[in-house]
Every structure is written in C-alpha cells, then in structure tokens.
Nanobody
Framework: QVQLVESGGGLVQAGGSLRLSCAVSGLTFSTYVMAWFRQAPGKEREFVAGISRSGGTTYYGDFVKGRFAISRDNAQNTVYLQMNSLKFEDTAVYSC?????????????????WGQGTQVTVSS
C-alpha cells in the first residue's frame, strides 16, 4: 500500500547538479517527516537531509550542508533533493524515507517507510 518511489538519479560529472524526487502514496504525506539517506558501496547508510511536515525546518548531514537542499510539496506528495556541486564521494544509492512520530532524526531506525532508492553516480 505505502510506496515511496525515487527518481532523478543518474550519471553526472563532478561539479554538476541533479534533482531527486520521491513520490509518496498510501499515506497521509503531510503528517510524515521525510528524509533522504544514501549508501555507497561498502559503507553504512547515512543521513543526507530531513524536512519537517510543513517544510519549514530542514536538516542536513555535515558533508552535504551548503550543497544540497531538501524541499517538499505536500500538494503533490513529493519530496525533493536538489544536489549541487556534486563530488565523486556523493556517489551512492539515494533513498527517501518517511517517519510518522516526532521530528526529524538522523537515525535510520526512526523511519518506518523506505523507497527502493535511485543511483547517483558522480564521475571524477
């Protein structure tokens, strides 16, 4: 029933930009905190960005702050991740996640629903 479907990934050169989208269905989107995580090969999944239910508050991992921007459109049930100044180290599978309780957290265990992920590959 609940689906989170990411799109927008692909191959981009270092310094370039991508905009990821996560379309959500099967839940009342505006009641969920949303976040983006990423996982590179051989590494643990890490928090990238999070956004409050209204979109008024955002959070970022230290390694992406200033380069990435998370946003949401509650009318479209979609959360976005604008990624600028991409680095080779940003190469990973990016997944969106939804949390129903509390505020944004960086712990992946706090998120109940997950998308399958979209691959972002940054060439050096």
């Amino acid at each position: 029933q609940v689906q989170l479907v990411e799109s927008g990934g692909g191959l981009v050169q270092a310094g370039g930009s991508l905009r990821l989208s996560c379309a959500v269905s099967g839940l009342t989107f505006s009641t969920y905190v949303m976040a983006w995580f990423r996982q590179a090969p051989g590494k643990e999944r890490e928090f990238v960005a999070g956004i409050s239910r209204s979109g008024g508050t955002t959070y970022y991992g230290d390694f992406v702050k200033g380069r990435f921007a998370i946003s949401r459109d509650n009318a479209q049930n979609t959360v976005y991740l604008q990624m600028n100044s991409l680095k080779f180290e940003d190469t990973a599978v990016y997944s969106c996640a939804a949390r129903s309780f509390g505020s944004v957290v960086m712990d992946l265990a706090g998120y109940r629903y997950w998308g399958q992920g979209t691959q972002v590959t940054v060439s050096s």
